[in-house]
């Protein structure tokens, strides 16, 4: 069953719409719950349906919690059966799913799953096939916030492939219940498809948009860039109040929580409660605009849709040229050169006044912004200086410059 859904545009800043492509591209698919579960493998054969060559490498066993970690087993054999009980104790640490030989299982954490896929089993049995678009989920439950973004073997297992030059989206849903594929009800109490079932369309939803979107021979997101989806809770296994949401763009930060520890004194043990803290809420980079994908999967029927990247750094402006500040002359700062004479914006910190020919002279502590024609062999960061020459201007006495 298809739902018509209509899809905001989610990644403006990337795609060229209404230039079509062809439908079918090459897809790897991963997860952090295991080979053999209801969502993912769901996902794989609607996927497969729409006519996506479609490989799924995922862990053998449960591996949720993994993050980025990757973790690869030094036994050449399983130990124990898979998740399920669907590969017996002895079978080999990688292997094929007997009923399709394009799920594979392999004894590790979801990243290490990504780079065996990347590694191994694309180049030794699929002819080193290219792979346009990396899916990871959907997760039994969400991942929404820093903090899960961090924690989540789905997530983990995505930005690993998006880390290997791959665009990858990660999909998670609230609906949390550990079930097999061999479980999902073809029909349900209300009629509805298995949540198991909308899960999996839903992200399929979101892959069709995105394909249909891109011009033929381009990436689907930018180099670096993924996406995150989470997904509400789907109620179809009893009525129908959340069976169809909407998707809604997101950004990651916003009503999201990360832990603190509980004590507990009558067994001396310790857990975990949920924290909402400023620090995980602030809005640091992208659109502070946009609600929240915590907030949006807690309130209501609706898909947070988030736009992520890998790179971590913290964005140029006066909170990181304070902290470089505070760290000089101890950290030395060295930036690529530039041709000679070339514009360089400089950020001037005065400490004990300042002249200038560039402008009035600002109060001490101040900080301003100016741009000139600086030679290509100043590129020193907190360089403290009595005075630094420009081709039409000179900041002279106790100043600290900042060539951006």
């Given at each position: 069953m298809r739902f018509s859904i209509p899809f905001a545009t989610i990644v403006t800043l990337t795609l060229t719409l209404f230039v079509t492509r062809s439908s079918a591209i090459?897809?790897?698919l991963g997860n952090d719950d295991g080979f053999a579960a209801a969502q993912v493998r769901e996902f794989y054969r609607l996927l497969k349906a729409d006519g996506h060559q479609v490989v799924l490498v995922a862990p053998a066993d449960n591996e949720s919690g993994q993050g980025g970690r990757s973790v690869f087993t030094t036994s050449r054999n399983l130990t124990v059966a898979s998740e399920f009980g669907l590969i017996p104790a002895g079978a080999p640490s990688l292997g094929r799913d007997p009923a399709d030989p394009d799920v594979w299982y392999y004894n590790g954490t979801p990243a290490a799953c990504t780079y065996v896929a990347l590694?191994?089993?694309?180049?030794?049995f699929y002819d080193n096939r290219t792979v346009d678009l990396y899916l990871g989920g959907p997760n039994f439950g969400l991942?929404?916030?820093?903090?899960?973004?961090?924690?989540?073997?789905t997530i983990g297992g995505t930005y690993a492939a998006i880390g290997r030059n791959l665009p990858g989206i990660a999909f998670s849903g609230a609906n949390s219940e550990q079930r097999s594929y061999t479980w999902i009800n073809q029909t349900t109490v209300s009629g509805y498809p298995d949540p198991a079932t909308i899960h999996a369309q839903l992200a399929v939803d979101i892959v069709t948009q995105l394909?249909?979107?891109?011009?033929?021979?381009?990436?689907?997101?930018?180099?670096?860039?993924?996406?995150?989806?989470?997904?509400?809770?789907?109620?179809?296994?009893?009525?129908?109040?959340?069976i169809s949401p909407s998707f809604i763009q997101t950004r990651?930060?916003?009503?999201?929580?990360?832990?603190?520890?509980?004590?507990?004194?009558?067994t001396g043990t310790f857990g975990f409660a949920n924290e909402l803290t400023a620090a995980i809420n602030t809005c640091i980079n992208g659109d502070c605009a946009l609600p929240g994908e915590t907030d949006v999967v807690d309130s209501g029927c609706a898909v947070a849709v988030s736009v992520f990247s890998i790179d971590y750094d913290a964005p140029l402006g006066p909170a990181q040229a304070g902290v470089r500040q505070a760290l000089a002359p101890l950290v030395g700062f060295e930036k690529a050169e530039r041709g000679k004479g070339s514009k360089r914006s400089?950020?001037?910190?005065?400490?004990?006044?300042?002249?200038?020919?560039?402008g009035p002279e600002p109060d001490p502590g101040s900080l301003f912004f100016a741009s000139a024609s600086a030679p290509a062999s100043v590129s020193q960061f907190g360089a403290r200086a009595s005075e630094v020459?420009?081709?039409?201007?000179?900041y002279c006495a106790n100043t600290d410059f900042f060539f951006m």
């Open positions: 090459s897809i790897l590694d191994y089993v694309l180049p030794t991942n929404a916030g820093p903090f899960y973004y961090t924690l989540s073997g394909v249909g979107a891109s011009k033929p021979g381009e990436r689907l997101l930018p180099l670096g860039y993924g996406i995150s989806v989470n997904a509400p809770f789907i109620t179809s296994l009893t009525n129908d109040s959340c990651i930060t916003g009503g999201a929580v990360t832990d603190r520890t509980v004590y507990n004194a009558t400089i950020m001037v910190k005065a400490r004990e006044g300042l002249s200038s020919k560039c020459m420009q081709s039409d201007c000179k």
